[in-house]
């Protein structure tokens, strides 16, 4: 069953503000990952976060992970028009053999 | 140096028809992975391989068969093409065993779009 559910679905902001999208997950994990998707190309991994971690940086991206409420959250902090982009979060159970299962995604666009 | 290649990028055919999607990854991981996107965006997992095994096989119709030759390559062939086939279809890989346990990161290809009249 699906487990990341991104919030919100569709997100419009101007060039240099700050990006907060969230995610929701239903069972305990392992690791949540945010990926990036531009129009038409694959998807991108972006950053990992670990269930006994709290929050992660990388560049302008910063992550936080509650397991308590099962939800994620990744902010994009001064914002370029490049960062237009699909973001989702995927969900890694358990062991190897359990895929990683991606949320619907919150569609970023950046207007510069 | 393309790390997932896919090909073909576009593919339009008429329903009733067999297709195949061909990937291939040089980054020498062990396990590969074919992914359906439909058109809300939608990404679900369909097949597994690892060293060539296939270790995840969600509920997938029998008209689709991948196939693994080898730990760098896997196929997706559909027989009997429906309307309902139409996505994008992304192949991807990841280095599975010698990780810390599940920092299972995967590298995607540019997927496959598959159009069914």
């Known amino acids: 069953s699906q487990q990341g559910e991104e919030d919100p679905q569709a997100l419009s902001i101007q060039e240099g503000e700050n990006a907060t999208m969230n995610c929701s997950y239903k069972t305990s994990i392992n690791n949540l990952q945010w990926y990036r998707q531009n129009s038409g190309r694959g998807l991108v991994h972006l950053i990992l976060i670990r269930s006994n971690e709290r929050e992660k940086h990388s560049g302008r991206l910063r992550v936080t992970l509650d397991t308590s409420k099962k939800s994620s959250s990744l902010l994009i902090t001064a914002s370029r028009a490049a960062d237009t982009a699909s973001y989702f979060c995927a969900t890694h159970g358990g062991s190897g053999n359990t895929p990683l299962v991606f949320g619907k995604g919150t569609r970023l666009s950046v207007i510069a | 140096d393309t790390a997932v290649s896919q090909t073909p990028k576009y593919l339009v055919t008429q329903m009733g028809n067999d297709k195949s999607i061909k990937c291939e990854q040089n980054?020498?991981?062990?396990?590969m992975y074919w992914y359906k996107q439909d058109s809300k965006k939608f990404l679900k997992i369909m097949f597994s391989y690892n060293n060539k095994e296939l270790i995840i096989n969600e509920t997938v119709p029998n008209r689709f068969s991948p196939k693994s030759p080898d730990k760098a390559h896997l196929n997706l062939h559909i027989n009997s093409l429906e309307l309902g086939d139409s996505a994008v279809y992304f192949c991807?890989?990841?280095?599975?065993?010698?990780?810390?346990?599940?920092?299972?990161?995967?590298?995607f290809g540019a997927g496959s779009r598959l159009t069914v009249l």
């Open positions: 991807a890989s990841s280095q599975l065993r010698s990780r810390p346990s599940g920092a299972n990161v995967l590298t």
């Open positions: 980054l020498g991981h062990d396990t």
